[in-house]
């Protein structure tokens, strides 16, 4: 008997009939012997609504007791699911039983909005189990020292699966989704994308680090720390799947780097819109310069990505740093306002028409030249690159916007990622 966590995504419980089918899933393998514990998003579009309805009434509140109430608000999407869920599995003859994060308790700190999962505690989760109950978990909150509801961010269920399955030893976490795993890249873009059979933690925590929206990166870098093995699957194939054959379905994220992985340069592509650039023009280029203009912007919370220190001329320098979409507005006129005179600089100049485009690939740390025929690739298709940036297993290019999808498509076909790697 194997201990097994699912968690589905708020399309797979987009309404009643999906929810049904979500049902007679799990229903299906516990009656295969396995203990199950499922933790469910919001029904599609729930959390927006929520959110929205909050947004009309208080369009500007960003204070900790506002932050407070919008995490009392969005908590309850999730808590409809996993009641009808557990309604839906006594319907099918199932003992089961749903639980709010609070009351397992998934504990968390008191970062409302944005916290961040400390401790599970399985007592009573186990209990339900050796009972022979199907236990459901809402995703996406937990519970604070003070009692208080807290939510984890959007994408939230993801990580609150693999901490529970984590916290609970669980022999796999399947993640239900509407996509059928991890592809080579985004296939409405890139047609030929393949979808990978394994991919390794290293490139699945760059994956979605870097733009791709299969797995949020705090549940991969959970199941990377915890060592939990993780399988991205879909929730549309027919529930009734010869179970056999659904536990080797979709993607099998994994620790082994076996020989076939390292034949692939390049596994897959990933990329974002959601980047803008500021650069401080004309910045005395000393000690302590650059802690003076990403001081700044750290102490307003505004996260920073790629950063680029151009050459000195003449004892000054330029000082370019891309953010999320959403944070330039904010950053760019704190930097004007405040850090600009303050550094010495000629101006503070921005650009929100920019994308951020990777190669991704563990084959990439014993092979030369990769980045030198991605650079070449976009030089022949006239592309100018305006930042870089690189790690062991990664190379992402900052470009224009414009370009992204022709970048991508051009990269995809460059490193023949519409092939399965010979074995």
């Known amino acids: ?17 999906r929810i049904r089918n979500v049902a007679k899933r799990v229903a299906k393998w516990s009656r295969a012997g396995h203990q199950m514990v499922v933790v469910p998003s919001a029904m599609s579009g729930e959390t927006n609504r929520l959110l929205g309805l909050a947004k009309e009434l208080a369009p500007e509140k960003h204070s900790a007791q506002a932050l407070r109430e919008l995490d009392m608000i969005a908590a309850t999407g999730e808590q409809v699911s996993v009641g009808l869920l557990a309604l839906a599995l006594q319907t099918e003859g199932l003992d089961a039983v749903s639980y709010a994060g609070w009351q397992v308790p998934v504990r968390t700190d008191s970062a409302y909005t944005k916290a961040r999962i ?19 978990i809402t995703g996406f909150q937990g519970i604070d020292e003070l009692g208080h509801i807290t939510t984890l961010g959007r994408g939230g269920s993801d990580t609150s699966a693999v901490a529970v399955a984590a916290a609970m030893k669980a022999d796999e976490c399947l993640i239900y989704t509407d996509v059928d795993g991890v592809y080579t890249t985004d296939p409405r873009i890139v047609p030929e994308a393949r979808r990978l059979q394994t991919i390794s933690f290293e490139e699945m925590l760059e994956m979605a680090s870097l733009g791709s929206k299969v797995l949020q990166i705090r549940s991969v870098e959970f ?30 994220i994994t620790f082994e780097e076996d020989e076939k992985m390292e034949q692939a340069l390049v596994s897959g592509i ?17 000690p302590g310069i650059a802690y003076q203009i990403l001081g700044a912007v750290a102490d307003a919370n505004i996260d920073v990505d790629v950063i680029v220190q151009n050459v000195s001329h003449g004892g000054r320098t330029d000082f370019s740093f891309t953010v999320s979409r959403n944070d330039y507005p904010r950053a760019l006129e704190l930097l004007q306002s405040k850090v600009g ?7 503070v100049t921005g650009d929100p028409r920019i ?38 297993i990664k190379t992402s290019v900052v470009i224009d916007e414009k370009y992204m999808e022709l970048a991508v498509r051009a990269l995809h076909k460059a490193f023949e990622l519409e092939y399965t790697p010979a074995a």
């Open 1 to 17: 008997m194997a201990l097994i966590v699912h968690k589905y995504g708020g399309t797979s419980m987009g309404s009643t009939e």
């Open 118 to 136: 400390e401790a599970i505690e399985d007592v009573r989760v186990r209990a339900d189990l050796q009972a022979g109950r199907v236990v459901i």
């Open 223 to 252: 199941a990377g720390k915890y060592h939990v093995p993780l399988r991205v699957l879909s929730s549309f194939t027919p529930w009734d799947i010869d179970i056999g054959e659904e536990a080797v379905s979709g993607t099998l």
């Open 270 to 286: 990933a990329f974002t819109r959601d980047e803008a650039k500021i650069t401080v023009v004309g910045v005395p280029d000393k």
């Open 341 to 347: 005179p303050a550094a010495g600089a000629a101006e």
């Open 355 to 392: 994308c951020k485009v990777s190669i991704i690939g563990i084959g990439m740390r014993s092979h030369v030249g990769v980045a030198a025929k991605m650079f070449r690739t976009l030089s022949e298709e006239a592309i100018n690159i305006q930042m870089v940036t690189t790690s062991e």
